[in-house]
């Protein structure tokens, strides 16, 4: 492994720890004073430059209102491992999105809304429609296989 190339783990730490400072709209400078470092220090942390610490990781998950798990956090229902860690090869299309402003911005305005029925019947107005999108998709390929000559 070359000195200059992060590691896998604190890329993936890093991108956790960016993704939830930008949900919550702090800057670097603003997460730099509270943990006590300087701002080009959480840019080498976001980028998995520099490794975090356990103490230093504690307490930006207290500064950003969440757990040190919530950063090595993957599937919520399959057990920490390795796999899929290493973000060079393969990014994960929902951390992406995440990252994006869209993304920023919808986490935002969701975070916003209290009532959980109200959420609940987001999400599936969101899921109907994408399904939606899918079936005429298929329809859409399904007619021009119909149309094409055999």
Do not use: C
Not at 33 to 55: C, H, L, P, W
Not at 104 to 131: C, G, P, S, W, Y
Request: charged share 25%; glycine share 4%; hydrophobic share 40%.
């Amino acid at each position: 492994m070359n000195a200059k190339t992060p590691n896998a783990i604190d890329s993936y730490v890093g991108s956790q720890v960016r993704m939830r400072r930008q949900l919550l709209g702090l800057s670097q400078e603003r997460l730099a004073d509270q943990i006590g470092v300087t701002f080009q220090q959480v840019q080498k942390y976001e980028k998995g430059m520099n490794r975090i610490g356990a103490s230093r990781l504690q307490r930006i998950a207290e500064v950003l209102n969440t757990s040190p798990s919530f950063f090595f956090q993957q599937d919520p229902n399959e057990p920490l491992s390795l796999a899929g860690l290493d973000l060079t090869v393969t990014a994960d299309p929902v951390a992406e999105f995440l990252q994006s402003k869209e993304g920023l911005a919808l986490n935002k305005a969701f975070m916003k809304i209290t009532d959980m029925h109200l959420r609940e019947k987001i999400v599936a107005l969101v899921k109907a429609m994408a399904q939606t999108q899918v079936d005429r998709s298929v329809r859409a390929d399904q007619q021009k296989h119909d149309i094409s000559p055999n």
